[in-house]
């Protein structure tokens, strides 16, 4: 990385002497470094007014055909199309507070209104102090951040049921800890035919019991997570303990017309207490485990 950055800055310094000092010769040099790489080359005045000195044909590829030609006519054309969420990065590189040791990433809009990742290094060129341009060098990361997303992902998520998994419920619980004065309700579920499924019908069947489940709990609550073979846990703030036993009720309900046997049970309090309500909410779903095995025993 620190040579990749050296070797930026040196091609960065020749593009923006050459330019100042514009003739064949140093036209000839720019387009043979510029107009012949798919990164995108620039350089951006900043005083004594706003402009683009050289922007290199590539990226027209990346963006769009003429956002080249507008960007030289009129350089608000940068502000328009980064990312609102980007736009203060945008402001830290023109003003020389940003970090010019690390990458910026970015992301700016294409002609057919897509967002794509870049990542740039930017050099700062000062005079007697004073920021008067910056030069970079922009590279489509689009691809990278998307697989990088995508691994992110299925570190969170599992892989059967699509559900937050146990490594992200334990992640949850300890950002939840720390935190004061948060209402915070528990509820964890169990299912009770699994094993019965999986040994008279086959691992196949178990499975579409689990994604039956999850998609049922998934009406109810964005906060699922499966945290173990078939165990279920719904984390949710700020609700009443109407509202958690309302919720609780409704996932029955629906469970019960698929036919599909669950025993539940939840607990409520602060968020800084998490772990000890995970306990009580655990005590509470093998109480009505027990109890629901005791009426089914009772009737056969």
Known sequence: MLVLGMSIGIIMALIFTKLQKPD?????????????????????????IQRFRYISPSLDEHIGDG?????????????DRIHPDDFDVLIAKISGTGNYDTAFLQRW???????????????????NDELVAIQGIIRNVEQAITEKNELEKRCRTDALTGLY??????????????????????LLFDLNDLKIQNDHHGH????????????ALKQHSQNVYRIGGDEFAIIESHLTLEEIETLRAGIHAEMDKMHIALASGFANGMAQDVEQLIMQADAAMYIDKSTK?????STL
């Open 67 to 79: 956002v080249v030609d507008a960007s030289y006519a009129d350089p608000a054309v940068c502000f």
């Open 165 to 186: 998994n146990r490594y992200q419920f334990d992640n949850m619980i300890s950002e939840l800890m720390p935190c004061q004065n948060v209402p915070l309700a528990i």
């Open 109 to 127: 809009r294409t002609n057919d209104g897509r967002y794509v990742w870049f990542e740039e290094y930017t050099t700062p060129i000062y005079e």
């Open 24 to 48: 064949e010769a140093s036209q000839l040099s720019v387009e043979l470094i510029g107009h012949h790489t798919k990164d995108v080359i620039y350089v951006y005045e900043v005083k004594p």
């Open 293 to 297: 095995k005791i009426r089914t025993s």
């Open 204 to 215: 196949a069947a178990g499975d579409e019991l689990l994604k039956l489940t999850a998609f």
